[in-house]
T-cell receptor
Framework: NAGVMQNPRHLVRRRGQEARLRCSPM?????VYWYRQLPEEGLKFMVY????????ESGMPKERFSAEFPKEGPSILRIQQVVRGDSAAYFC?????????????FGQGTRLTVV | SQKIEQNSEALNIQEGKTATLTCNYT??????LQWYRQDPGRGPVFLLL?????KEKRKERLKVTFDTTLKQSLFHITASQPADSATYLC??????????FGQGTELSVKP
């Protein structure tokens, strides 16, 4: 059973371009979470999705950011018109169920650099 | 809102000693608390989960305690090794159902 797969591992975008980050959860996992991590900082929750539904997007900026988890295919975190402040590591996690005693399985992250 | 605080200062210890990391939380009484390990350039990896009715949980050289009165969890690594050097994160599901993390404590074990 492959782990959580994120791609690309590294992404360089110029200011104003779009960034698309992909996350394939572990097989059988229907819950996906996206986090952002800045250097020397902890993981900040962005959005929680369950197949085809956004459950909680309270940590995601209202503008320029969007996320989806279609019935088929990976979850996508999309950042439009990127700015330098978007440079960070973005991690995706998945779980088979949602609950306080559920561990999250993380991917290796996508490191976005905006130049 | 719920907050998790970990000692942001790096912890440097000698090989063979016990490392103790602290996690404090506020404005919430979680039923479960989790600990993760994160190596540079990699995603966090789950280590242990402890329930509120468990005072202590062990896994090999790891031990976690959970004091719901103090709103604190302690994470111990006994007989530490250089390979234990990493950042350790505590996490809990807040009232909104989100898994939130502390900022992590970087542990460095010197040979």
């Amino acid at each position: 059973n492959a782990g959580v797969m994120q791609n690309p591992r590294h992404l360089v975008r110029r200011r104003g371009q779009e960034a698309r980050l992909r996350c394939s959860p572990m097989k059988g996992h229907s819950h996906v979470y996206w986090y952002r991590q800045l250097p020397e900082e902890g993981l900040k929750f962005m959005v929680y999705l369950q197949k085809e539904n956004i459950i909680d997007e309270s940590g995601m900026p209202k503008e320029r950011f969007s996320a989806e988890f279609p019935k088929e295919g990976p979850s996508i975190l999309r950042i439009q018109q990127v700015v330098r402040g978007d440079s960070a590591a973005y991690f995706c996690a998945s779980s088979p169920v949602q609950g306080p005693d559920t561990e999250a399985f993380f991917g290796q992250g996508t490191r976005l650099t905006v130049v | 809102s719920q907050k998790i605080e970990q000692n942001s200062e790096a912890l440097n210890i000698q090989e063979g000693k016990t490392a103790t990391l602290t996690c404090n939380y506020t404005n919430y009484s979680p039923a479960y608390l989790q600990w993760y390990r994160q190596d540079p350039g990699r995603g966090p990896v789950f280590l242990l989960l402890i329930r509120e009715n468990e005072k202590e949980k062990r896994k090999e050289r790891l031990k976690v305690t959970f004091d719901t009165t103090l709103k604190q969890s302690l994470f111990h690594i006994t007989a530490s090794q250089p390979a234990d050097s990493a950042t350790y994160l505590c996490a809990l599901y807040n009232q909104g159902g989100k898994l939130i993390f502390g900022q992590g404590t970087e542990l460095s074990v010197k040979p």
